[in-house]
């Protein structure tokens, strides 16, 4: 048996529900509510990801590109973004990823708008 795992997922993703809860409570930067995607490249090879964001009442933006090397994962608040427009929190967007390779996607919201917190976290839909 090998160490080495085939790359798996899809090469394409969508998050249909997107919000980045606008107030937070508790210390920054651990309890900034926030929205992130959580990739898996199980693969050898780098994955060159771009995020497209789309929004209700404007164009998408985007491109933004992560590299994931083979064999990481990586974790990306999309209240991190910035180039080459920020995803505002407050405003419900959705979000397509496609990779050179195949990848898993993984959406997680930390709200904590409440000092009750709420985690929601959902599989991606990975595009055939």
């Not at 160490?3 to 969508?14: D, H, K, M, Q």
């Not at 405003?91 to 917190?117: F, G, W």
Request: a negative charge; proline letters at 10%.
């Amino acid at each position: 048996m090998t160490n080495e795992l085939p790359a798996i997922g899809s090469t394409t993703w969508v998050v249909a529900d997107g919000y980045i809860p606008p107030h937070s409570t508790g210390p920054a930067p651990e309890m900034t509510s926030h929205d992130s995607v959580c990739i898996l490249n199980a693969g050898p090879q780098p994955a060159e990801v771009d995020i497209f964001v789309f929004f209700t009442d404007r164009d998408p933006s985007g491109p933004f590109t992560l590299r994931i090397e083979g064999r990481r994962a990586h974790h990306q608040r999309l209240n991190d973004l910035g180039q080459p427009h920020a995803v505002s929190p407050g405003r419900d967007y959705s979000l397509v990823l496609r990779s050179n390779v195949p990848i898993v996607v993984q959406h997680t919201r930390l709200d904590s708008r409440q000092e009750s917190n709420a985690l929601m976290s959902t599989i991606a839909y990975p595009v055939q």
